[in-house]
């Protein structure tokens, strides 16, 4: 079974992302190798570019006016419209590869996981999870349990062929 991905990752000046409302599975994707990826079905371009300067984040977007007009900013033009192929060009046009970690943040919130101990969340968890796992993270931000062969698996049997 696979575990945790650990890695030395001290060497890496952490990338942080932005994306565009029409990119909202590729966020949840790049959230789930680990990396901070910013997204809202609300925000605005203006808001995207804000936020991108103010916090060094490179904009992701599928939207040509929208980078013309973040002349300030970093950013990206994704080119396809599949979000397993979205995936792989951020990931050759910034060398992601090597610095994935798998379930280190939430999917749902962009949050850092915490490691949480069976005993302290037993009763929120279904009879056969509690009988088949015994590593678990907790998010701090939404309160959304984690753990190896949860709902994650078809999202991982995509992200095969990346890593
Ligand atoms: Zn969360």
């Not at 749902?108 to 279904?126: H, S, W």
């Not at 994650?152 to 990346?162: C, E």
């Amino acid at each position: 079974m696979p575990a945790w991905s650990i890695q030395n990752h001290e060497s890496f000046m952490e990338m942080k992302f932005i994306l565009d409302v029409h990119l909202g599975r590729l966020a949840k994707y790049l959230r789930l190798c680990g990396f901070d990826s910013l997204f809202s079905a609300f925000y605005d371009d203006r808001e995207i570019i804000e936020v991108a300067i103010m916090e060094s984040r490179v904009i992701l977007t599928r939207d040509r006016l929208l980078l013309k007009s973040a002349t300030m900013a970093t950013g990206y033009l994704v080119k396809s419209q599949y979000h397993e192929e979205q995936l792989r060009e951020v990931f050759e046009e910034f060398g992601l590869k090597q610095h994935v970690k798998l379930f280190s943040r939430c999917i749902a919130c962009n949050t850092l996981l915490e490691e949480v101990r069976k005993e302290d969340i037993a009763d929120r968890l279904l009879a056969d999870t509690r009988a088949y796992y015994d590593r678990f993270r907790r998010c701090p931000g939404c309160d959304r349990i984690y753990w190896e062969g949860s709902h994650y698996d078809n999202m991982k049997k995509s992200l095969l062929p990346l890593l």
